[in-house]
T-cell receptor, first 116, second 111 residues
Framework: DSGVTQTPKHLITATGQRVTLRCSPRSGDLSVYWYQQSLDQGLQFLIQYYNGEERAKGNILERFSAQQFPDLHSELNLSSLELGDSALYFC???????????????FGEGSRLTVL | QKEVEQDPGPLSVPEGAIVSLNCTYSNSAFQYFMWYRQYSRKGPELLMYTYSSGNKEDGRFTAQVDKSSKYISLFIRDSQPSDSATYLCAMSASSASKIIFGSGTRLSIRP
């Protein structure tokens, strides 16, 4: 158990709909990362937050948005869903910069999204 | 061109064999290099973490980084069926910056 909690584990929805994925990082970790994993694209970096602020952005679509709240949990919002958005969405957290394990990502179990 | 290239495999070897997994990268700013292991339906977990060039050994696993060639490797000695998983290389420019992953190599160890 990595200590990172993601909900829901599975989600089936229709095209055009909107969903929210939730992530609770490990206790003490300030950084949260979101990744998308599909069969043909591997693990794609979407966005990183550090202590509530956006730190880095990857190939995140405009239809997607995320935020990190004061209690450090994070949500990834996916809207106007398309068939191609079906994937496994992972959240990861990492220890603060002063920690000897800073830079190491601890992944949750993922949220499997199926768009029909 | 992707920042990190990794042969997706699949790679199938007999139990006890030495496995070599590799990645190449294009961004010379990368200084932190990692290998993650991902079992089916699970999140990736860190296997090896190295900084800059050189070798690092941990049990049956050895990670090598050659920054001059922009090439990293993971060697698994005395491979076991339990090593069957997808192995992803990952790298970043600093401990605080985004981590970029390779596409992963699916490895199968035959008993």
């Amino acid at each position: 158990d990595s200590g990172v909690t993601q909900t829901p584990k599975h989600l089936i929805t229709a095209t055009g709909q909107r969903v929210t994925l939730r992530c609770s990082p490990r206790s003490g970790d300030l950084s949260v990362y979101w990744y998308q994993q599909s069969l043909d694209q591997g693990l794609q970096f979407l966005i990183q937050y550090y202590n509530g602020e956006e730190r880095a952005k990857g190939n995140i679509l405009e239809r997607f948005s995320a935020q990190q709240f004061p209690d450090l949990h994070s949500e990834l919002n996916l809207s106007s869903l398309e068939l191609g958005d079906s994937a496994l969405y992972f959240c990861a957290s990492s220890p603060p910069g002063h920690s000897p394990r800073s830079g190491e990502l601890f992944f949750g179990e993922g949220s499997r999204l199926t768009v029909l | 061109q992707k920042e990190v290239e990794q042969d997706p495999g699949p790679l199938s070897v007999p139990e006890g064999a030495i496995v070599s997994l590799n990645c190449t990268y294009s961004n010379s700013a990368f200084q932190y290099f990692m290998w993650y292991r991902q079992y089916s339906r699970k999140g990736p977990e860190l296997l090896m973490y190295t900084y800059s060039s050189g070798n690092k050994e941990d049990g049956r696993f050895t990670a090598q980084v050659d920054k001059s060639s922009k090439y990293i490797s993971l060697f698994i000695r005395d491979s076991q069926p339990s090593d069957s998983a997808t192995y992803l290389c990952a790298m970043s420019a600093s401990s605080a910056s985004k981590i970029i992953f390779g596409s992963g190599t699916r490895l199968s160890i035959r008993p």
